[in-house]
Nanobody
Framework: QVQLVESGGGLVQPGGSLRLSCAAS????????MSWYRQATGQERRLVAA????????NYADSVKGRFTISRDNAKNTVYLQMNSLKPEDTAVYYC???????WGQGTRVTVSS
């Protein structure tokens, strides 16, 4: 069965960095686009970044462009989200998602606070 396991969340000060990882199993990872979403308290879940299976195309929400980078390692079945210059408004639970499917990870919490 499909499994997505996120890691790398935590508490960071404004201006800091974190790298999230999502280890995938149970499907042909390189054949699927992957994405990261986030959900802040009281808000809907929103797309943060996405990447094609071949990693040749990426796209980002306007709010994170220039600060976040999505990447993947198909040999390791893992997708990453490098987050730099973090802001308090980046605080949310971050979810890994297999694009155009019903498969989601359990989420990892990111808190940006001094």
């Amino acid at each position: 069965q499909v499994q997505l396991v996120e890691s790398g969340g935590g508490l960071v000060q404004p201006g800091g960095s974190l790298r999230l990882s999502c280890a995938a199993s149970g499907f042909t990872f390189s054949s699927y686009a992957m994405s990261w979403y986030r959900q802040a308290t009281g808000q809907e879940r929103r797309l943060v970044a996405a990447i094609t299976g071949a990693a040749d195309i990426t796209n980002y929400a306007d709010s994170v462009k220039g600060r976040f980078t999505i990447s993947r390692d198909n040999a390791k079945n893992t997708v990453y989200l490098q987050m730099n210059s973090l802001k308090p408004e980046d605080t949310a639970v971050y979810y890994c998602h297999v694009r155009y499917t019903v498969y989601w990870g359990q989420g990892t919490r990111v808190t940006v606070s001094s």
